[in-house]
């Protein structure tokens, strides 16, 4: 099921530069979580937002949520050619997982 | 070990072969997933166990068959499919169905011809 939507679609940056993704969805939420897919590999857990966190770090990651305007950031810090990679978040909505259609990050060296 | 592994990593099958895809976790989860994912398109759910019984089918074609032979391993057994199956097919698990977070195996990637 999808439920959110991602913009942009793709993001192309030099490295070095700080990357957002946002994440908007429909309905109300226990948690928001971003997950990093290399391509055509397995997703990776990035980070996880309660419904009542409003902003989250992790290493060069933050995370924010608004639930008032359903959406949320994440913001990719001093970015690396390893970060190239398609972003996802989820929505955990009645036991299950409700993924944006994902966005597309590609870091220039 | 916080590793789901899924095999095998690659699969060509004809559309009258019998296959099975295998998905293994010894980190004491109790729910487990198989997604698939088109390119360029989020992960689909397919299938949930939870606590080793089926819990949720995201109405799939019988064509696909999960199976969960004990608490650590997750099969999916493919019959007659489709060229439209041919995708990158998920396997993950979670410490209990609801969700903190998800991990996820690296994929087989099926080709139907």
């Known amino acids: 099921s999808q439920q959110g939507e991602e913009d942009p679609q793709a993001l192309s940056i030099q490295e070095g530069e700080n990357a957002t993704m946002n994440c908007s969805y429909k309905?109300?939420?226990?948690?928001l979580q971003w997950y990093r897919q290399n391509s055509g590999r397995g997703l990776v857990h990035l980070i996880l937002i309660r419904s009542n966190e409003r902003e989250k770090h992790s290493g060069r990651l933050r995370v924010t949520l608004d639930t008032s305007k359903k959406s949320s950031s994440l913001l990719i810090t001093a970015s690396r050619a390893a970060d190239t990679a398609s972003y996802f978040c989820a929505t955990d909505s009645n036991y299950q997982l409700i993924w944006g259609a994902g966005t597309k990050l590609i870091i220039k060296p | 070990d916080t590793e789901v592994t899924q095999t095998p990593k690659h699969l060509v099958m004809g559309m009258t072969n019998k296959k099975s895809l295998k998905c293994e976790q010894h980190?004491?989860?109790?729910?487990m997933y198989w997604y698939k994912q088109k390119a360029k398109k989020p992960p689909e759910l397919m299938f949930v166990?939870?606590?080793?019984?089926?819990?949720i089918n995201e109405s799939v074609p019988s064509r696909f068959s999960p199976e969960c032979p004990n608490s650590s391993l997750l099969n999916l057994h493919l019959h007659a499919l489709q060229p439209e199956d041919s995708a990158l097919y998920l396997c993950?698990?979670?410490?209990?169905?609801?969700?903190?977070?998800?991990?996820f195996g690296q994929g087989t990637r099926l080709t139907v011809v």
């Open positions: 166990y939870s606590y080793e019984k089926l819990s």
């Open positions: 980190m004491g989860h109790r729910a």
């Open positions: 309905t109300s939420i226990n948690n």
């Open positions: 993950a698990s979670s410490q209990a169905e609801g969700y903190t977070e998800a991990f």
